[in-house]
């Protein structure tokens, strides 16, 4: 309930101040977010080892509930100057970095990269996109059966969304539900496709 989750946050702020000091500032930025400002961290592998540190001191059951409580924290990490030479350049950087580890390697920290640059314009477009589409036109959904191999028959089918965008052509699921889901898109797209799963469903 909210006063666990309360009391989680305030133990998880407890974890956190101890790596605060004259060159590392941590703040909660709301919710479940919290910045992290390190002054002179030096190359990405002093930043990583903050992380990681960060990383695992979070991962240890917290003993303050009645039951064990665990957690995970995945760190996004942007260096002044080389990521952005402004705190909105540095603090979206920081953001994506973030995103990018919760989608490929939850749990640890991640700097942010060159290469993420282009991600970053790809999701732009991405999302530029899924602002315009038809959705009702545009989304369909395709059914994978989930098999009882002792009956071998199907008992049930999981419903996956595809979009074929007039000007991106198919694009992966993992592309744009990540997209929408960063964004407020995902609450446009989940009643077009609930809605024409049922209306598959009825047909059946």
């Given at each position: 309930?909210?006063?666990?989750?309360?009391?989680?946050?305030v133990?998880v702020s407890?974890?956190?101040?101890?790596f605060a000091s004259?060159t590392?500032?941590i703040?909660r930025?709301g919710g479940?977010?919290?910045?992290?400002l390190?002054?002179?961290?030096g190359?990405?592998?002093?930043?990583?080892?903050l992380?990681?540190?960060?990383?695992?001191?979070?991962r240890?059951?917290?003993?303050?509930?009645?039951a064990?409580?665990?957690v995970?924290a995945s760190?996004?990490?942007?260096l002044f100057?080389?990521a952005g030479r402004?705190?909105?350049?540095?603090f979206?950087r920081?953001?994506?970095?973030?995103?990018?580890?919760k989608q490929?390697?939850?749990?640890?920290?991640?700097?942010?990269?060159?290469c993420?640059?282009a991600?970053?314009r790809n999701n732009?477009?991405?999302e530029?996109?899924?602002?315009a589409?038809?959705?009702?036109?545009?989304l369909s959904v395709h059914f994978q059966?989930v098999?009882?191999?002792?009956r071998?028959?199907p008992?049930?089918?999981?419903a996956?969304?595809r979009?074929?965008s007039?000007e991106?052509?198919?694009?992966?699921p993992n592309?744009f539900?990540?997209?929408?889901?960063?964004?407020?898109?995902?609450?446009?797209i989940?009643?077009?496709?609930?809605?024409?799963?049922?209306a598959?469903a009825?047909i059946?």
């Open positions: 309930g909210h006063t666990a989750g309360d009391r989680l946050l133990v407890e974890r956190l101040r101890a004259d590392v500032s703040a930025l479940d977010e919290f910045g992290i390190a002054r002179s961290p190359d990405d592998s002093g930043v990583l080892d992380g990681e540190r960060i990383c695992a001191t979070l240890d059951p917290f003993a303050e509930f009645s064990t409580v665990s995970s760190v996004g990490f942007a100057p080389q402004t705190r909105e350049q540095l979206e920081a953001d994506y970095a973030m995103y990018h580890g490929r390697r939850r749990g640890c920290p991640v700097v942010f990269d060159p993420h640059e991600e970053i732009s477009v991405t530029r996109c899924l602002r589409a038809d959705l009702e036109a545009e059966p098999f009882d191999a002792a071998n028959r008992i049930a089918f999981e996956l969304a979009w074929t007039p991106l052509g198919p694009v992966a592309i539900i990540a997209v929408a889901e960063r964004s407020d898109l995902v609450t446009r989940t009643p077009t496709l609930l809605r024409k799963a049922l598959a009825k059946w």
